[in-house]
């Protein structure tokens, strides 16, 4: 399909090319709002810019039911609905502004990554990760808060409620665990760091995460174009359980890899009180917000077993003495801590 069918398939209908001064303008907030919300990536600031001054830009009238802003990898280029006005960002403009940043080709111009989405010969792998951490970026970039909603029979927090807030709060669950500055620079840069870290924290089961966020957003997109109510139901459902599922294995995946690592009861610590609060990360089905013996709960109490051997490893060459007084006032802590937070 050349460039003009692709364009008039999806509804996008170029009416000229956005002048110049208005690309130095949009360029200059978008690198703005980059640099000033993630400091790690300040260094990239000129290399940023200039690499958005030479994006082709252009005014488009939007006659289907799309984003007011697309970035096109087939050209290289940012579309935007003439309705919109580039003074002032959106989560939108810097969301496919992003993906124009993240494209990366071969020395034969073949497209071959964008950000952490692999465009394989058959395949295209980790569209649904990359989309979670593009829209966590652009909602970070816009100061949004986090805010506690209903969708499909399930209740979420999330700093993206209005797009992909089921993958914006995996990706923000993520970060919890293993930090934002790792997730960042892999979405820009193009390189295989953050899958690696990925793979080096969630072991075997990285590629069933990966591959939850691929079936996520592609599920997504088809609520988006069903009609049929009835169908569309049941779209909705498939995707609350997918969600829930995606994130259980997180949740538990991580903890379970975590644990034989620990080597000091500060980290035994730390990580206690990362399994305690991550329930302030979690969505919860509507159905079983009351519920005592849920999935949390259950795997909360087998971390705390392991959690308790770990110690006992950990400080068995101390002496009785020694691991008496730690170990034993170190779980009695624990204890008192999970106590604590279901009596709040």
């Known amino acids: 399909m050349n460039l003009q069918k692709k364009l008039a398939s999806i509804g996008i209908e170029p009416t000229q090319k956005i002048d110049n001064e208005t690309v130095r303008n949009l360029s200059y907030l ?4 980059l640099t000033k919300s993630f400091p790690n990536i300040y260094d990239e600031y000129n290399n940023i810019l200039i690499r958005l001054l030479n994006c082709n830009m252009y005014w ?3 006659t289907k039911r799309i984003s007011k802003v697309n970035y096109i990898y087939e050209d290289n ?3 935007f609905s003439e309705e919109l ?4 960002l959106n989560e939108q403009i810097i969301h496919e502004c992003i993906h124009y940043l ?3 080709r071969n020395i034969k111009g073949k497209l071959e990554k964008i950000g952490l989405c692999n465009f394989e010969e ?3 792998y980790g569209l649904g990760l990359n989309e979670a951490a593009v829209q966590y970026m652009s909602s970070k970039c816009m100061k949004n808060t986090s805010a506690t909603m209903e969708k499909y029979g399930v209740r979420i927090k999330t700093i993206s409620p209005n797009y992909y ?3 914006t709060n995996l990706i923000e669950q993520i970060v919890y665990l293993i930090g934002e500055d790792i997730l960042v620079k892999g979405t820009l840069s193009g390189n295989d760091e953050f899958e690696e870290y990925l793979l080096n924290t969630f072991e075997s089961n990285t590629k069933k995460v990966i591959h939850r966020f691929d079936e996520m957003i592609e599920i997504n997109n088809s609520i988006n174009l069903e009609q049929d109510k009835e169908k569309n139901q049941i779209l909705q459902a498939g995707l609350a359980n997918l ?3 995606t994130q259980n294995m997180i949740f538990y995946t991580f903890f379970e890899r975590i644990c034989p690592k620990l080597t000091t009861i500060q980290e035994v610590d730390y990580y206690t009180d990362k399994a305690i609060d991550y329930k302030n990360m979690m969505g919860i089905v509507m159905e079983e917000r009351f519920s005592v013996d849920g999935f949390y709960d259950v795997t909360l109490n087998e971390i705390k077993s392991k959690m308790n051997k770990r110690l006992y490893e950990i400080n068995k060459h101390r002496g009785k003495n020694t691991l008496s007084i730690i170990s034993g006032g170190r779980i009695m802590r624990f204890i008192n801590k999970i106590v604590s937070y279901f009596m709040a």
Do not use: G
């Open 30 to 33: 978008v690198t703005e709002a």
């Open 60 to 62: 488009a009238k939007i």
């Open 77 to 79: 280029s940012i579309y």
């Open 85 to 88: 006005d580039l003074n002032e």
């Open 102 to 104: 993240q494209d990366y």
């Open 122 to 124: 058959f395949t295209i």
């Open 165 to 167: 807030p089921f993958l």
């Open 243 to 245: 969600y829930i599922e």
